[in-house]
């Protein structure tokens, strides 16, 4: 997953697909093809916000020194599920 996966456009996109599965309003096959859009919208909204806490780190408004480490490190091993 590239950092782009992470702006506010795919965070809502995310969400609104988590809100479709838990509903049961999303026309996919399977409970396992559920369980891999869930995981992935899951790992787009983590990445989203582990994002906006590194920028406001970086801008200081946040005191959390660790923020945009744990950004790094979650890009570093976030991946589609397929």
């Known amino acids: 997953m590239t950092e782009e996966a992470f702006d506010d456009e795919s965070a809502?996109?995310?969400l609104k697909q988590l809100?479709?599965?838990v509903t049961d309003d999303i026309d996919l096959e399977s409970d396992f093809l559920?369980?891999?859009a869930r995981l992935?919208?899951?790992?787009?909204?983590?990445g989203y916000?582990?994002?906006?806490?590194?920028h406001r780190?970086?801008?200081g408004s946040i005191l959390d020194a660790g923020a945009t480490?744990?950004?790094?490190?979650f890009l570093e091993?976030?991946?589609w599920v397929d």
């Not at 992935?40 to 983590?46: G, K, R, S, T, V």
């Open 12 to 14: 809502l996109w995310a």
């Open 57 to 59: 780190e970086r801008e």
């Open 40 to 46: 992935n919208a899951l790992q787009i909204l983590e």
């Open 19 to 21: 809100t479709a599965i």
């Open 34 to 36: 559920k369980d891999i």
């Open 69 to 73: 480490a744990r950004y790094c490190k």
């Open 77 to 79: 091993s976030a991946a």
């Open 49 to 54: 916000f582990l994002r906006v806490e590194a």
